[in-house]
């Protein structure tokens, strides 16, 4: 089974930097598209930022501009840098990737982590 493991959340104060990453394990295949969403209290889950295996990104409005997604393929890893962190960015955050080959591929989530951002 696939495992995708989250770092990098905390609080942090309007206007901060957090980066966050996520490594994703037990693979059977390859790595297709790489993504964060995140779910705020009360709010349904959002995508954040998406990376293809060939680099291609798209971010939500909200946040383009002050976040920016990227990966390391050899380390199937993940990140996503925030700044300029708004309270509204509050939230749990999300890695997911798809996994698989011939075509079939599956869809992973990570646990979680927490982002707050407050004075």
């Known amino acids: 089974q696939v495992q995708l493991v989250e770092s990098g959340g905390g609080l942090v104060q309007p206007g901060g930097s957090l980066r966050l990453s996520c490594t994703a394990s037990?693979?059977?295949?390859?790595?297709?598209?790489m993504g964060w969403y995140r779910q705020a209290p009360g709010k349904q889950r959002e995508l954040v930022a998406r990376?293809?295996?060939?680099?291609?990104?798209n971010y939500a409005d909200s946040v383009k501009g002050r976040f920016t997604i990227s990966r390391d393929n050899a380390k199937t890893t993940q990140y996503l840098q925030m700044n300029s962190l708004k309270p509204e960015d509050t939230a749990v955050y999300y890695c997911?990737?798809?996994?698989?080959?011939?075509?079939?591929?599956?869809?992973?989530w990570g646990q979680g982590t927490q982002v707050t951002v407050s004075s």
């Open positions: 997911n990737a798809a996994v698989g080959s011939g075509g079939i591929y599956g869809e992973y």
């Open positions: 990376i293809t295996s060939d680099g291609r990104t």
């Open positions: 037990r693979i059977i295949g390859s790595i297709a598209n």
